[in-house]
T-cell receptor, first 112, second 115 residues
């Protein structure tokens, strides 16, 4: 049974710092891994999706990597800004096109 | 670009009442998923539909039912509401066959409060 874990649960950094968010999964036979951003009480915004055949994806200041052998994905945020403050969740489907299993999320706070 | 639409955005009900949540997927998306997110929790899968047929079922109470219509919109019906049903309900949609690994796009959610 796939389990997804995100550590730490909360992270506070000063503005401008580069940071890494971690996501671990127990079953390395994943199909893809998706990173989401969620503002308080709001919906989930898809940030990046990495297919199982890929090692990384980039979008602007965000870079997500995938290492299936170690069961890890990281989301790198460059030059963090206060507007990046949100909860970041990673998720992976149990089957192609199937339901997503989410991590518990990392609540990021970027201080001005 | 068109996104997933959910209505209503907020809903307040009394215990034992019934609620209906609606989801309109992105055009040409044929798969709809429903998730429930309790306070401080990660989203939990409820049920999904592919081409108007139920494709998977999670921890969805028997009091809940859902369907996908011919225009691909979906409705989640919740009866005999309990206080513990208070949560954010998300709908997501994606495109492709059962072998697809496409992105799931989430709607803004419906916040249900049961008093």
């Amino acid at each position: 049974k796939q389990e997804v874990t995100q550590i730490p649960a909360a992270l506070s950094v000063p503005e401008g710092e580069n940071l890494v968010l971690n996501c671990s999964f127990t079953d390395s036979a994943i199909y893809n891994l998706q990173w989401f951003r969620q503002d308080p009480g709001k919906g989930l915004t898809s940030l990046l999706l990495i297919q199982s055949s890929q090692r990384e994806q980039t979008s602007g200041r965000l870079n997500a990597s995938l290492d299936k052998s170690s069961g890890r994905s990281t989301l790198y945020i460059a030059a963090s800004q206060p507007g990046d403050s949100a909860t970041y969740l990673c998720a992976t489907p149990v089957l192609p096109g199937g339901k997503l299993i989410f991590g518990q999320g990392t609540e990021l706070s970027v201080k001005p | 670009a068109a996104g997933v639409i959910q209505s209503p955005r907020h809903l307040i009900k009394e215990k034992r009442e019934t609620a209906t949540l609606k989801c309109y997927p992105i055009p040409r998306h044929d798969t709809v998923y429903w998730y429930q997110q309790g306070p401080g929790q990660d989203p939990q899968f409820l049920i999904s539909f592919y081409e108007k047929m139920q494709s998977d079922k999670g921890s969805i109470p028997d009091r809940f039912s859902a369907q996908q219509f011919s225009d691909y919109h979906s409705e989640l019906n919740m009866s005999s509401l309990e206080l513990g049903d208070s949560a954010l309900y998300f709908c997501a949609s994606s495109w492709g066959t059962e072998t697809s690994t496409d992105t799931q796009y989430f709607g803004p959610g419906t916040r249900l409060t049961v008093l």
